[in-house]
């Protein structure tokens, strides 16, 4: 058996530890917000959702702004929502809060600049429905906006 020992037998660029070889991440746009928030709630059991912004004020605001909602079956609803709860953490969207008052469940979320305001409303003889709106940090909401997506808390 042979073996070697010494100095310098290690190239230059041997031992060095290689540069990251990871991409940037894309950037956060509305759309890709938009499509996140979707294909999670889809991917929980949530049927496609609204994510139109009809009758609400007009204005560049909603360039900064990624709804849906969506109605729930009733048989495992809150389920499905904290099912898409738990995939957004999965995926880096952060709590920043999380209650429950009366018949709504509250759980805000935080990601690369946006906040994300998920309810979840079960209201007895009214069905079930779950809202997901991403608001961009900066964001300048029309005041008649802003309370429905602010923590009431």
Known sequence: MAMTAGCGLIGESEGVPAASSREPAPPFTTGSVADEI????????????????????????????????????????????????????????????????QDVTYRTLAKRGWKLYARYYAVENAGRTVSLTAVEDGCRLPERVRGDYEDPA
């Open 38 to 101: 979707a294909g999670f709630a889809r991917l929980a059991g949530l049927p496609p959702g609204d994510t139109s912004s009809a009758g609400l004020p007009e204005g560049d605001w909603q360039k900064c702004v990624a709804p849906w909602t969506g109605h729930a079956p009733a048989a495992d609803a809150a389920g499905a929502f904290e099912a898409t709860v738990l995939r957004l953490r999965q995926h880096d969207w952060e709590i920043v809060s999380s209650h429950a008052e």
